[in-house]
């Protein structure tokens, strides 16, 4: 289909979607019509579209100019109302047909425009007569319902401007959920009115209001977003043992945990808290606190958590060991099953579906339950094959700085959830990246989630055939630029922690440096607390190198970009000295000194191998470079050298000679 | 002085400053402790202080960290409380003394507080240990009290974020009024709550509420920015027909005017309005809608506008012509000096002194009345001669595109107040640098403000003989990358400009060819509404190309520059073809094509005068340029090219051979 490149920037890529001949000319005539339902959610619903086309033309367009004779005119047909409160049901699905003469979005609710409008945006481009909309077929609807992200604002709370935000960018590609991890042993940071001890004493530097969670609430619900509460119990829960210890397993003068991993990685008992499930009183407690937490946030789902429970607590205390026995209970697994139960009915009692994280899973449970799997597709499809609904999370962990290949390449429906019957795949609901916030401060937020999460919203969103790699990346421009228009601010922020490391120096040398280097991948950072500064070279580049990966596809026909490799390879070490010289003057670059001598080392063998593509090279070099790269692909100083494996392909291209 | 150059980042230059040997870090171990008074706006003072010196830092600096062993500490001494509504006579004074064992902050009050901590942030610095304070000795204190903005949100209206991120800014530069144009032909900008019709068929887009004003008020306040108001009567007044029509001086039906540049030029009378000034209504009127907004504003004074009054209305008015007859005033201006003086009263009823443009001075008008000069220095100095308070706007009207360079050699106390006796020169209180929306919307405001805002900040707080242009150019970097820290989005705003303009495709080649030109200088612009979009080119480079300005420098010495010189002109050339082809296909960029011609023309004259500087030059070539030259100096498509002057010269330079 011609010109079928100008879909290139819609992501997700619709159901389908068809390119015909003509435009709409976007400009101060342009009317917005409505038909079929109107309502205050459809009403602002237009208006916030109007401003954001405002914004990306640069103009103040009216929707309609009083003494205008040429109309551009979009019609919005919304067939019925929207839920009160949205369901993971709600019908997301519109249809879009742009002609010459006019525009018309048809969808069942408010929902669907939103979704629509977002595609309608994404197809805005200018020519030499001005801004318009191609003509085009499109038929668009979600694959998965349920489209999230977990936002961890515990190890580090997000301000309410930056979840704002990111509710604005979510939208941007049709995700639906946030899922806000509101506790964990950093910190209990929302306000309990009914405990205010919990808010007082467990919070890390601040916490949302009340008045704060109906602004977040009603910011998503205006774009079509669920938020889903979570409050992890029984393990994670140390900042709730600050306000009220009796609550802890085992006894101890509790505070919010100022260091990560001592769970369950510590082994002294009182940094692996748990709450007694035993007692009366936790249930009590749970039951008056999760009635305060259901009424604020209106979403169906409310998350317990239930992950990680370290038996530390539990095995050491005698009452608890007795109370096991009594009940025949014999591991922990058991109490934590038992505990559950008792969940289930408190959270039941409060008009609200329970989700857990995999350890919910038990064949005891009720089948409603919605289990989120966080360990792989083994549970995920175990939970759907018992009847859960289920999400999937693994694989979607963004803090861990995989690529977006990487998360990519990850579905819902394959591995073991590919051989399930049709009626047990149909509980799977999609699934939500996960953003862990113990490296993530406010400032780098919007660097680390994008636009991974929007691979990944595609991925969500769109046929399960959609996989073209190179045509993923190379869309990523366009959505950069939509999300920019929308408030994404990486690119100014990276641009002042630059400045930061350079401490006002140019950074130009610096940021071609950088495009070698990401942060190491997975749990590789240790000793960190929460207050430890996130300002350095690791902080500041993104998690995957664009520049690295087109590297390395030069890489993959080494003969035929033998001029463009050499090209790179002399601009990045044209860099090592004025870095040298930067690094030892600058506090927050000086520790990278050791992966600067590794990568001029890597540098350095890489020209050499171009050298002999002749086939010049001395016998046994090869081999000889072997034990240099290993050592460069190693992890140096919280990161890795992001060239090392176009190097090693390189050398081995010589190799098979 | 060794080492004076790290106080290059400090503006406005401080009274007295000496760099000493030392160094104090900046670290987690910060500790503040506060001597003498403590009061609410200390404490807010101190906290935003924190919260910016951890932004800069990237680390989460707590006043008192409860474990630390060493302190880095800066001590506070406040002498006294700080005015409840701050006066134009504060003592903004401050001593600043940081020695490697702790710094030390005295002032009077909280205001002096606010302006050493903003000299603190910009001395921050960083080495191989980390961020520090260098040793230094100043002292420092405004020369003029009154140093002010300006900011017009009739002719666009600047939303609140807009206005606090201003304010931020400001404060950084230490100017400390805030001067809204709320009222003008085109909008009524604020919310009455007695006439409610002026804001609702008044406004030009949005409004001020009350709650807006108590924010900006309060926002302002923090920063040590008084906030003045101005109703600008009786001239500039067609919004407010469109509510009260029977206070015009002509009868008509009136509506916001939404074309700009009417008043005066227009000879139509309906299309030239002010108010009738010989009815008590009138005065009645005024009478209450300035008690309610003097409640608002808490600032001692109050301003009524009072310029470009055209007479078409009044004397087209026979009841007016009688009235004028009957009291003796033989033309329009002596009715207006009747009208101020009713003007006086209602203002000094409602407890405030009364300031007004130049036309407001007047023989009969009391002395208490604050002058400011938009006119000129001759009249500025004719309102200190007669014993006013007065200001200077002449020579800072930002919205007249002109340098950095232009702006700061304007002196509040040169031309005709240099000769004034200083008893008279203590009347003139500072100034005010203009910024007339007509051409601002909000999304280019910070690039028509800054750093040209910052350089007039310098000249209103700085000795008289702080006077070196290079070394002004030389310190931008560093004030725009503190601008940058606190809020200032320039950059990442013209980013999504420029992308716009080339509809997404790459924007390196536009931005150097932009290099060349600025926006025409003065009043160039013709024929825009409130409505037009302001997207183009002219409205996403900056108002001063700093490329042309550093190649104007290579110019001033052609021979020895030669080849940087060639290379910049090559650099430019490269890129006409690609901006060439990009012109014809992009609406937003196709007007320029005219120029784009003309920059061609001229960069060949330079490429050959540059070729011809070994005395090859044909007999007569010099002055053959001359024609071509003369053209592209004049404006094109409301864009001048900025190097033509530096062609000219270059081209000169042949001519004294």
Redesign the interface.
């Known amino acids: 289909m011609k010109d079928q490149h100008r879909l290139h ?1 819609v992501l997700p890529r619709p159901t389908t979607a068809t390119i015909q001949t003509g435009r709409l000319p976007i400009d ?1 005539s342009l009317r917005i019509d409505i038909e079929g339902d109107t309502g205050d959610l459809l009403s602002s619903t237009i208006d916030r579209f109007i401003n954001r086309l405002a ?6 367009i ?1 929707v309609q100019l009083p003494n205008a004779t040429v109309f551009s005119q979009i019609t919005i047909e919304c067939a019925g109302p929207t839920e009160r409160v949205q369901s993971v049901n709600a019908d997301e699905g519109y249809a879009l047909i742009i002609t010459s003469k006019g525009a018309r979005l048809t969808a069942a609710n408010a929902l669907g425009v939103m979704r629509g409008f977002e595609t309608v945006l994404q197809l805005v ?7 318009y909309l191609p003509a085009v077929d499109i038929d668009d609807r979600p694959r998965f319902p349920w489209r999230g992200l977990m936002l961890d604002v515990t190890r580090h709370y997000m301000p309410l401007i930056d979840i704002k935000r990111t509710l604005d960018l979510m939208a941007c590609v049709k995700l639906n959920v946030l899922h806000l991890h509101l506790t964990d042993d950093q910190g209990f940071n929302i306000e309990s009115r009914k405990f205010p001890k919990l808010h007082e004493r467990g919070h890390n ?1 601040a916490y949302y209001t009340h008045d704060d969670i109906h602004a977040i609430v009603d910011h998503a619900r205006d774009r079509g977003i669920r938020v889903v509460p979570e409050f992890d119990v029984p393990g994670h829960t140390a900042a709730w043992f600050a306000a009220f210890p009796h609550l802890a397993g085992y006894p101890g003068d509790y505070t919010p945990d100022r260091w990560y991993g001592s769970n369950p990685r510590n082994k002294d008992p009182q940094y692996c808290p748990a709450m007694d499930p035993t007692l009366e009183e936790t249930c009590a407690f749970l039951d008056e606190l999760f009635g305060e937490m259901t009424a604020l946030f209106p979403d169906q789902y409310f998350h317990i958590g239930g992950d990680e429970v370290t038996p530390h607590h539990w095995l050491n205390n005698p009452a608890i060991v007795e109370f096991m026995n009594t009940h025949g209970f014999a591991h922990p697994p058991a109490l934590q099953a038992y505990f559950n139960s008792r969940l289930v009915e408190i959270v039941r009692k409060h008009g609200k579906t329970m989700i857990g994280w995999d350890e919910v899973l038990h064949p005891d449970i009720p089948k409603d339950i919605a289990i989120q799997s966080w360990r792989g597709a083994d549970s995920l499809a175990e939970a759907a094959r018992q009847g859960h609904p289920a999400i999937l999370s693994n694989g979607y962990y963004l803090d861990l700085m995989y690529s977006a290949e990487a998360h990519y390449s990850q579905d819902p429906l394959t591995g073991a959830a590919a051989n399930l019957p049709p009626h047990q795949q149909a509980n799977i609901l999609g699934g939500e990246a996960c953003m862990w916030s113990e490296y993530v ?1 406010p ?1 780098i937020l919007d660097d680390r989630l994008w636009p991974r999460l929007a691979v990944i919203a595609e991925r969500f969103w769109s046929n399960g055939d959609v996989s073209d790699i190179d045509n993923l990346y190379a869309r990523f ?2 959505i950069l ?1 939509h999300l ?2 929308d408030g994404l ?1 990486t ?2 922020t990276r ?3 630059f ?2 490391l350079t ?2 120096s140019p950074t130009d040398t610096l940021r071609t440096f950088a495009e070698c280097l990401e942060p190491a991948k997975g749990y590789a950072r240790r000793g960190y607390m929460t ?1 430890s ?3 350095r070279l690791i ?1 500041t580049v993104p998690p995957e190198s664009l520049a690295a990966r087109n590297f390395a596809r030069l890489c993959d026909a080494p003969r035929e970009n033998a001029a463009a490799i050499d090209a790179h390879l002399r601009r990045w070490k044209s860099t090592l000295p004025d870095v040298t010289e930067l690094m ?5 670059i ?1 520790p990278y000194l050791p992966v600067l001598d590794q990568l001029a080392t890597v540098l350095d063998i890489g020209l050499t191998a171009l050298a002999y593509l002749d086939g010049s090279a001395p016998d046994g070099w090869v081999d000889e470079q072997t034990p240099a790269i290993d050592e460069a692909a190693k992890d140096i100083a919280e990161m890795t050298i992001a060239i090392v494996p176009s190097i090693r392909q390189l050398v081995d291209t010589l190799h098979s000679d």
């Open positions: 920037s101060q914004k990306r033309t640069g103009s103040i009216p481009d200018i020519d030499d007569a001005g801004f530097g401060t400032e421009p366009s630029r920019t228009w601010k690119e100014p641009s002042m922690m400045e930061r401490g006002g207050t500064p996130l300002n902080d030892t003057r600058r506090a927050l000086k």
